[in-house]
Nanobody
Framework: QVQLVESGGGSVQDGGSLRLSCKPSILTFTRYCMGWFRQAPGKEREEVASKWTGYGGANYADSVKGRFKISLDDDRTTLYLQMNSLKPEDAATYYC?????????????????????WGQGTQVAVSS
């Protein structure tokens, strides 16, 4: 089973930037749906952004549109999340996720409709 290794979390001030990375332990060229999710204490997990490892656009939560950007490396295996203009409400544990099997895209709530592997999470703190 693949391990998703996240890195890049940390603590920044309001308005700061961070870049998260998610590298799978097994690299293949199968097309998956990958995404970033976050969960703050006392809150439910929410999808931040998702992107198919094939070609196409990405999906973003309304709360991060225009501030965050999800992307893939040239091999389309490692996932990134560039987070700009961070706000205190962005503070959470961020998780990387990937569909376990190949997909043809990332339709709504893909992580609920297909077996999904999750990373261990990386903390993001934003101080005001």
């Amino acid at each position: 089973q693949v391990q998703l290794v996240e890195s890049g979390g940390g603590s920044v001030q309001d308005g700061g930037s961070l870049r998260l990375s998610c590298k799978p332990s097994i690299l293949t060229f199968t097309r998956y749906c990958m995404g970033w999710f976050r969960q703050a204490p006392g809150k439910e997990r929410e999808e931040v952004a998702s992107k198919w490892t094939g070609y196409g656009g990405a999906n973003y939560a309304d709360s991060v549109k225009g501030r965050f950007k999800i992307s893939l490396d040239d091999d389309r295996t490692t996932l990134y999340l560039q987070m700009n203009s961070l706000k205190p409400e962005d503070a959470a544990t961020y998780y990387c996720a990937r569909s376990r099997h190949s997909t043809s895209g990332c339709n709504g709530n893909w992580y609920e409709r297909t077996t999904t592997d999750w990373g261990q999470g990386t903390q993001v703190a934003v101080s005001s």
